[in-house]
């Protein structure tokens, strides 16, 4: 079954308005990577995270690690209607070499 | 910009028949993967390979998929006697390094229709 699971599924906002996307996984993770996909696009790397704990933040995006390195969170602050997309969080399920990919939160960003 | 690239990017095809999708990814990656996207769905793992081995397959894959990566550079995933399932956005990424995964590298994938 589905190992990487995010919430929620869609969310829609106007601009300016904050957003949160999180990732839970089945099992600890090594590490944790988000990526983005613009509508009709193929996932862009944004970021990865290691350490229990970590928080990395790129301009209005905010990204955090959970202690247990099981879960992890992307904040997007006052968002922009560049912003729009589907954003995935992807782990090492069972081996460390592939990743396994979330479920995705799917942003939608109105004027 | 020497990205990955795909081809075709769309491939429409009557169910029973043969496709092959290419890929060729940043020269001096080591790795290589194959993901299937369905609407709505995130990248599904297929296959993955370090230089020319394939270390990795998908326990989903149904044996009518091969991929081959014969030189370590560029590969090809074939699918035999399409089936309306197989329907989907086949991306391939590739990325550097050893042990852990690290920045995977996509290209814009090839989007199969199977009638």
């Known amino acids: 079954g589905q190992q990487v699971m995010q919430i929620p599924q869609y969310q829609h906002v106007q601009e300016g308005e904050d957003f949160t996307t999180y990732c839970n996984s089945s099992?600890?993770?090594?590490?944790i990577q988000w990526y983005k996909q613009r509508p009709g696009g193929h996932p862009v790397f944004l970021i990865q995270l290691v350490k229990s704990g970590e928080v990395k933040k790129q301009k209005r995006l905010t990204f955090q690690f959970g202690e247990a390195k099981k879960n992890s969170s992307l904040h997007i602050t006052a968002t922009q209607t560049t912003d729009v997309g589907t954003y995935f969080c992807a782990g090492p399920v069972g081996t460390a070499s592939k990743l396994t990919f979330g479920t995705g939160t799917r942003l939608q960003v109105t004027l | 910009d020497t990205g990955v690239s795909q081809d075709p990017r769309h491939k429409i095809t009557k169910r029973g028949q043969n496709v092959t999708f290419r890929c060729d990814p940043i020269?001096?990656?080591?790795?290589l993967y194959w993901y299937r996207q369905t609407l709505g769905q995130g990248p599904e793992f297929l296959t993955y390979f370090q230089n020319e081995a394939q270390l990795e397959k998908s326990r989903l894959l149904s044996d009518r998929f091969s991929a081959e990566r014969p030189k370590g550079s560029f590969s090809t995933l074939e699918i035999q006697r399409t089936e309306q399932g197989d329907s989907a956005m086949y991306l391939c990424?590739?990325?550097?390094?050893?042990?852990?995964?690290?920045?995977?590298?996509f290209g814009e994938g090839s989007r199969l229709t199977v009638l």
């Open positions: 099992t600890t993770l090594s590490n």
């Open positions: 020269s001096e990656h080591n790795r």
């Open positions: 990424a590739s990325s550097l390094g050893q042990g852990w995964t690290g920045e995977l590298f």
